[in-house]
């Protein structure tokens, strides 16, 4: 496993994968519906995307916006994106809700090389050990604490739909509102109002 | 992904003429590449890293030249990609043939972008085309009639005199009935320019199997039953003779049909890229093989215990991530991965492992495995950066069989402890609901009286991306999404926090 040429090229292989981290920004929050052209061109403003990687669901079990890796040319693209995004609500094909922008962290990207250095100890511990107990009772923990995120998750979806609602309410409305300003002035209508309420329509 | 390995089976087939200014190229007629067959005027795939659908072309020339290998790919589009200067009813399946000058009709990449075969029929009344039969027409991947010009841009059912430089009789339907074979691999490749421009002299009709291939692949169809021994003996073979199975099923075990579909080699099947499986109901099909097939040469490998050529293909599919993909727009690195997913699944290899250590990548949750349970596995961490707790990875590992998935699992669970966590694990893929088109929050405006100019162009700008500026009623909302989003980060990472402590206070309760 571990002779040195393999050591050597292990860890150069990580110090490139480092490096790509660096550069990298997770973007998430994005529709389904975003392609890596799109964000592409979104971000031409203020860097370069080499590499789009969208990051597949395979444990939420909700309904989740997508996400990606962005692999941008260097870190300081990097952070200038990040600090736009994050100064500005940036918008990526659709309104009004942003994309959220942090630093990639190694953990985030799937296909990882080793990590040079990371040791694993490996122990059986069975019934009748004297941490067997104890170790059923980590274990139990463990899932409980997955079901709490969960729990957690599923509020915050239930959240977000609320908000969706309400803003969705609320443009609607607007937009009607509008939309019979609009229409008054355009059948004339509105002269009449004028003439009725008495009111002066030109500023003169 | 570590281990870049460069060893993708191939070998040229037909020699042609020599050319190039310094006669220093060669060109061929085939080639074989993975364990496929690419002949002149096949139709291939080839992905572009990050995309979801293919691109489709049509090989028009395969050289070599200074230990590089190139093919010219003539571009079939499809109707999204011309969707502006289409017009009227699309047939289903339908694709267009580039005719014309200019760019975009064809270009030069290196051989091994090539992600498989594809059949495209020409369904043109021209009297030059050979009219296909039914059968023909309904197997087939793709069909065109229709011609693309990318020098003007239009649409013709009109079938030109030449394309490329080349007589349209070789672009169309060759003479005799085509034997279908696809599905896509994993590869990629480099574009470059090069300006090699002899016109290649017609080789009679891209039959795309020779004839020992035929043999090979009819014998098993006879037995309509899966050939057991030939399968075993390398991987070649098994790959064409697992073919029979996935005809029998959807044909009701008509021979001739049977020897369609030859498959070429990986047996991880069909990479296609995560999000969108295409809905065309011969892609579907071709998704189904690659997995029966995979199941098929697995219990087989199992039983006649030669394990090596499995484990040899095994870790194939996680290769191709090191290989990178340079630009000029078609090119791909696409992932097994996630077929290989629903194969393991269906066959009962797939167990999903939890309360890893985050840090764990792929490769040293392969090894972990590997050094727990004496198994070789392909294994990869999933978690959800955004949502998934950092104190609990997880990982999907993809066993051999069933039996050393069902092993696995019981002695997992009966108590393996990685550095202080005791894992669990569960047979099967974690249920996900498929996502709904639009993302929650993105609003639209119910509005029946646009014109269909004013529809078309309102899409446009809902799909341009920008900064929010303050003066508008959409910097309000946005605001309001992003004092969520807060909230919510900040919820997150107490919980995890939480979570964090706990687990040390109780294993410092319990004296590990």
């Known amino acids: 496993m571990a002779d040195p040429s393999d050591e050597q090229a292990n860890k150069e292989d990580y110090a490139d994968f480092e490096a790509r981290v660096k550069r990298t920004i997770y973007i998430d929050q994005l529709s389904p519906q975003v392609t890596s052209q799109v964000i592409k061109a979104a971000l031409e403003q203020c860097a370069n995307v080499v590499n789009t990687e969208f990051i597949v669901n395979y444990t939420i079990p909700y309904d989740i916006p997508a996400a990606a890796l962005v692999e941008l040319d260097n870190e300081s693209q990097a952070k200038a994106a990040v600090n736009l995004m994050n100064d500005f609500p940036f918008i990526i094909g659709g309104m009004p809700r942003p994309v959220r922008a942090v630093y990639a962290k190694p953990e985030m990207f799937r296909d990882r090389p ?4 990371l040791k694993f100890e490996i122990s059986w511990v069975k019934q009748g ?8 009772k980590l274990k139990g923990l463990a899932k409980r604490q997955e079901a709490e995120n969960m729990a957690l998750i599923k509020t915050q979806l239930e959240a977000e739909n609320v908000l969706a609602a309400q803003q969705q309410e609320t443009l609607d409305a607007n937009y009607k509102k509008f939309d019979i300003l609009e229409n008054i002035m355009q059948n004339g209508n509105i002269k ?6 008495k009111v002066k329509l030109a500023d003169d | 992904m570590d281990g870049s390995s460069k060893n993708i089976q191939f070998s040229w087939g037909k020699r042609r003429s020599k050319g190039g200014a310094k006669m220093d190229t060669q060109f061929y007629g085939s080639f074989t590449f993975d364990n496929v067959k690419y002949s002149l005027y096949d139709c291939v795939y080839l992905f572009k890293h990050g995309e979801p659908e293919p691109y489709i072309g049509k090989i028009l020339k395969i050289w ?4 590089a290998k190139k093919v010219k790919i003539l571009w079939f589009f499809s109707p999204d990609e011309i969707r502006s200067y289409l017009s009227g009813p699309v047939m289903e399946k339908e694709i267009f043939l580039a005719s014309g000058d200019g760019t975009g009709l064809a270009d030069i990449n290196p051989l091994e972008a090539l992600a498989g075969k594809c059949t495209v029929v020409c369904i043109s009344k021209d009297e030059r085309n050979r009219q296909p039969t039914p059968r023909e027409q309904a197997v087939a991947d793709y069909i065109f009639y229709r011609f693309f010009d990318v020098g003007n841009c239009t649409l013709s059912d009109q079938v030109p005199e030449k394309i490329g430089g080349l007589e349209v009789n070789d672009l169309l339907n060759p003479k005799d009935e085509q034997v279908t074979s696809y599905t896509c691999q994993d590869v990629q490749g480099v574009d470059q320019k090069l300006g090699v421009g002899l016109v290649a002299p017609l080789p009679q009709s891209a039959v795309k199997m020779d004839n020992e291939n035929l043999v090979t692949a009819v014998i098993p169809p006879m ?7 030939p399968a075993v003996k390398e991987d070649d073979k098994a790959k064409a003779a697992a073919v029979s199975l996935p005809p029998a099923v959807k044909e009701d075990g008509k021979a001739k049909v049977a020897v369609a579909p030859l498959p070429p080699a990986v047996k991880e099947g069909v990479p296609k890229p995560t999000q969108n499986i295409p809905k065309r109901t011969e892609k579907d099909y071709s998704e189904k093989m690659p997995s029966k097939k995979l199941k098929l040469s697995q219990d087989l490998t199992s039983q006649s215990m030669a394990p090596v050529p499995d484990v040899k293909v095994r870790p ?6 090191t290989r990178q993909a340079v630009d000029r727009s078609k090119w791909f690195t696409p992932l097994p991965w996630d077929e290989e997913l629903l194969a393991a699944d269906e066959g009962g290899r797939l167990v999903y492992i939890q309360n890893l250590d985050i ?9 972990l495995i590997h050094e727990a349970l004496q198994q070789s596995c392909i294994a990869r961490p999933i978690n959800h950066p955004t949502y998934d707790d950092p104190n609990n990875g997880k990982a999907y590992a993809v066993f051999r069989s069933k039996k050393a998935a069902d092993a696995a699992i019981l002695k997992i669970n009966s108590g393996l402890v990685v550095g202080g966590r005791p894992l669990y694990c ?6 996900v609901p498929k996502s709904s088109g639009a993302l929650v929050g993105h609003l639209t405006i119910t509005n029946q009286r646009m014109g269909q100019r004013q529809r078309e162009e309102q899409k446009k700008a809902v799909s341009t991306s920008h900064c929010s500026q303050p003066n508008t009623i959409e910097y309000d909302l946005a605001l309001d999404w992003m004092l969520v989003r807060e909230k919510q980060t900040r919820k997150f990472s107490i919980l995890h926090k939480k979570h964090k402590e706990e687990r040390k206070s109780f294993a410092a309760k319990i004296g590990k």
């Open chain 2, 64 to 67: 070599e030249q200074n230990q």
């Open chain 2, 223 to 229: 037995s309509d039953a899966i050939p057991l021994p």
């Open chain 1, 114 to 117: 080793r990590k040079p250095g």
């Open chain 2, 316 to 321: 194939g599919p996680l290769e191709p991530l």
């Open chain 2, 426 to 431: 569960s047979k099967g893929l974690l249920k």
């Open chain 1, 192 to 197: 009449n109002l004028a003439q009725h309420y």
């Open chain 2, 359 to 367: 840090q764990f990548g792929a490769s040293d949750i392969v090894e």
């Open chain 1, 129 to 136: 050990d004297p941490e067997h107990d104890g170790m059923v």
